[in-house]
Protein backbone atom coordinates (compact mmCIF):
# COMPACT_ATOMS: atom_id res chain seq x y z
CA UNK A 1 0.00 0.00 0.00
CA UNK A 2 1.00 3.39 -0.94
CA UNK A 3 0.63 5.98 2.00
CA UNK A 4 0.69 8.77 0.35
CA UNK A 5 1.91 11.03 -2.90
CA UNK A 6 3.42 14.62 -2.24
CA UNK A 7 2.88 17.37 -4.95
CA UNK A 8 4.22 20.77 -5.22
CA UNK A 9 1.54 23.76 -5.75
CA UNK A 10 1.67 26.95 -4.96
CA UNK A 11 -0.20 28.28 -1.45
CA UNK A 12 -2.52 30.30 -3.73
CA UNK A 13 -3.93 26.94 -5.28
CA UNK A 14 -4.20 25.12 -1.97
CA UNK A 15 -8.01 26.21 -1.77
CA UNK A 16 -8.58 24.54 -5.26
CA UNK A 17 -6.43 21.60 -5.24
CA UNK A 18 -8.47 21.01 -2.09
CA UNK A 19 -11.81 21.13 -3.56
CA UNK A 20 -9.98 18.99 -6.38
CA UNK A 21 -9.36 16.34 -4.31
CA UNK A 22 -12.66 16.58 -2.50
CA UNK A 23 -14.54 15.60 -6.46
CA UNK A 24 -12.24 12.26 -5.98
CA UNK A 25 -13.64 11.33 -2.53
CA UNK A 26 -10.68 12.34 -0.21
CA UNK A 27 -11.60 15.00 2.84
CA UNK A 28 -9.00 17.56 4.02
CA UNK A 29 -6.91 16.39 7.40
CA UNK A 30 -4.73 18.67 9.55
CA UNK A 31 -0.83 17.63 9.22
CA UNK A 32 1.20 17.77 11.86
CA UNK A 33 2.07 21.06 13.42
CA UNK A 34 5.24 21.23 12.24
CA UNK A 35 4.00 21.33 8.77
CA UNK A 36 0.71 23.16 8.96
CA UNK A 37 3.07 26.52 7.33
CA UNK A 38 3.90 24.81 4.60
CA UNK A 39 1.11 22.27 3.65
CA UNK A 40 -2.17 20.87 3.36
CA UNK A 41 -2.98 17.35 3.67
CA UNK A 42 -6.17 14.95 1.95
CA UNK A 43 -6.91 11.67 2.48
CA UNK A 44 -9.26 9.26 1.54
CA UNK A 45 -9.37 5.89 3.38
CA UNK A 46 -5.49 5.20 4.05
CA UNK A 47 -4.48 7.08 1.47
CA UNK A 48 -2.97 10.64 1.42
CA UNK A 49 -2.23 13.38 -0.80
CA UNK A 50 0.67 16.48 0.82
CA UNK A 51 0.10 19.37 -1.00
CA UNK A 52 3.60 21.12 -0.32
CA UNK A 53 3.84 24.62 -0.84
CA UNK A 54 6.20 26.26 -2.75
CA UNK A 55 6.30 29.26 -5.31
CA UNK A 56 7.88 27.37 -8.87
CA UNK A 57 6.12 23.95 -8.58
CA UNK A 58 6.95 21.34 -10.64
CA UNK A 59 3.74 19.13 -12.12
CA UNK A 60 5.58 16.23 -14.20
CA UNK A 61 4.09 16.04 -17.67
CA UNK A 62 3.91 12.33 -18.06
CA UNK A 63 3.86 11.34 -13.93
CA UNK A 64 0.65 10.71 -12.47
CA UNK A 65 -1.71 9.94 -9.38
CA UNK A 66 -4.09 7.40 -9.87
CA UNK A 67 -7.10 6.96 -7.94
CA UNK A 68 -9.94 3.98 -8.08
CA UNK A 69 -13.16 6.46 -8.49
CA UNK A 70 -16.27 4.52 -6.30
CA UNK A 71 -18.91 5.89 -8.44
CA UNK A 72 -16.74 6.05 -12.08
CA UNK A 73 -19.57 7.77 -13.61
CA UNK A 74 -20.96 10.00 -10.97
CA UNK A 75 -17.13 10.87 -10.19
CA UNK A 76 -16.41 12.05 -13.99
CA UNK A 77 -19.77 14.28 -14.04
CA UNK A 78 -18.63 16.00 -10.99
CA UNK A 79 -15.29 16.97 -12.70
CA UNK A 80 -17.26 18.32 -15.52
CA UNK A 81 -19.64 19.93 -13.30
CA UNK A 82 -16.62 21.54 -11.53
CA UNK A 83 -15.16 22.64 -14.68
CA UNK A 84 -12.49 20.11 -15.19
CA UNK A 85 -12.17 18.23 -18.88
CA UNK A 86 -11.55 14.17 -18.17
CA UNK A 87 -9.96 12.86 -21.34
CA UNK A 88 -11.13 9.08 -21.73
CA UNK A 89 -8.01 6.57 -22.54
CA UNK A 90 -7.68 3.07 -23.55
CA UNK A 91 -8.97 0.59 -21.19
CA UNK A 92 -5.90 -1.54 -21.05
CA UNK A 93 -7.56 -4.12 -18.36
CA UNK A 94 -11.16 -3.16 -19.33
CA UNK A 95 -11.39 -0.73 -16.71
CA UNK A 96 -13.19 2.57 -17.96
CA UNK A 97 -10.08 5.46 -17.30
CA UNK A 98 -9.48 8.77 -17.84
CA UNK A 99 -6.77 12.01 -17.09
CA UNK A 100 -7.50 14.97 -15.43
CA UNK A 101 -5.60 18.09 -14.82
CA UNK A 102 -5.67 18.98 -10.97
CA UNK A 103 -5.79 23.20 -10.50
CA UNK A 104 -2.19 22.90 -9.88
CA UNK A 105 -1.41 21.13 -13.57
CA UNK A 106 -0.48 17.84 -11.66
CA UNK A 107 -1.59 14.74 -13.97
CA UNK A 108 -4.33 12.45 -12.13
CA UNK A 109 -5.75 9.21 -13.56
CA UNK A 110 -9.22 8.15 -12.93
CA UNK A 111 -10.28 4.89 -13.01
CA UNK A 112 -13.46 2.64 -12.62
CA UNK A 113 -11.17 0.22 -10.93
CA UNK A 114 -7.96 -1.27 -10.97
CA UNK A 115 -6.04 -3.79 -13.27
CA UNK A 116 -6.71 -6.57 -10.18
CA UNK A 117 -10.03 -5.90 -10.54
CA UNK A 118 -10.59 -5.52 -6.86
CA UNK A 119 -11.71 -1.39 -5.14
Do not use: N
Amino acid sequence: MIHHVALEVREGDADACVAFWALLGFTEVEPPGTLRERSRWVQRAETQIHLLFTDDPVAPPQGHVAVVARDYDATLAALRDAGFDPHPRHEHWGSPRCFVRDPAGHRVEVMQFPPLGGV
